[in-house]
């Protein structure tokens, strides 16, 4: 079963503004991480948050990690067309070796 | 830079066929994965491998079998290729006996097309 969820499944924005996706998870967790994904290539690493972090900033990212609620956001600012892709969280198991990703959020950036 | 390389970008394969996707890592990672991805369901993990000759099933590992001989190399096998096998295959790899505090790699993909 899918350890992360994303959500929404799909956001288009215009250029400039804010983006914000959301992650829920189901078990505990050592970190959360977000991918993202350009169309039809392989996922490419953005920022990494350990739970006992609460938030991380990375250029114009930020994620925030709640614990107690499960769930992580993502919020891009300023965004640019460029930033035109799908974005995946992924958590790891404690219990086991295993990577677990959601479903993703697709985000359009209109120019 | 670390360099995940995955052995085909499209593969078209008959229905029946056995099928062998290849993935390589080039930094020594213990850690490789393999995930398939569908239009709605994001990435969903097949198998996955922490050392040579040692393989966990993920969540879908029906239809599926994985080899590690070598460190470096990580094969995911459709012993008997199906139409529902027809979707973008992800190979993942990282660095630490656990998975604490590193990023994964990710090759291409393989976008493989059974007819």
């Known amino acids: 079963s899918q350890q992360g969820e994303e959500d929404p499944q799909a956001l288009s924005i215009q250029e400039g503004e804010n983006a914000t996706m959301n992650c829920s998870y189901k078990t505990s967790i050592n970190n959360l991480q977000w991918y993202r994904q350009n169309s039809g290539r392989g996922l490419v690493h953005l920022i990494l948050?350990?739970?006992?972090?609460r938030e991380k900033h990375s250029g114009r990212l930020r994620v925030t990690l709640d614990t107690s609620k499960k769930s992580s956001s993502l919020l891009i600012t300023a965004s640019r067309a460029a930033d035109t892709a799908s974005y995946f969280c992924?958590?790891?198991?404690?219990?086991?070796?295993?990577?677990?990703f959601g479903s993703g959020t697709r985000l359009l950036v209109r120019p | 830079d670390v360099k995940v390389t995955q052995s085909s970008r499209y593969l078209v394969k008959r229905t029946g066929e056995k099928v062998f996707l290849e993935c390589v890592q080039d930094?020594?990672?213990?850690?490789m994965f393999w995930y398939r991805q569908d239009p709605g369901l994001g990435l969903r993990l097949i198998y996955f491998s922490y050392d040579v000759k040692m393989k966990e099933k993920g969540d879908i590992p029906e239809g599926y079998s994985v080899s590690r001989e070598k460190k470096e190399r990580f094969s995911l096998i459709l012993e008997s290729a199906s139409t529902n096998q027809t979707s973008m295959y992800l190979c993942a790899s990282i660095s630490p006996p656990r998975l604490l505090n590193t990023e994964a790699f990710f090759g291409q993909g393989t976008r493989l097309t059974v007819v």
């Open positions: 930094m020594d990672h213990e850690n």
């Open positions: 948050i350990r739970s006992n972090e």
């Open positions: 992924a958590t790891d198991d404690r219990s086991s070796y295993k990577l677990i």
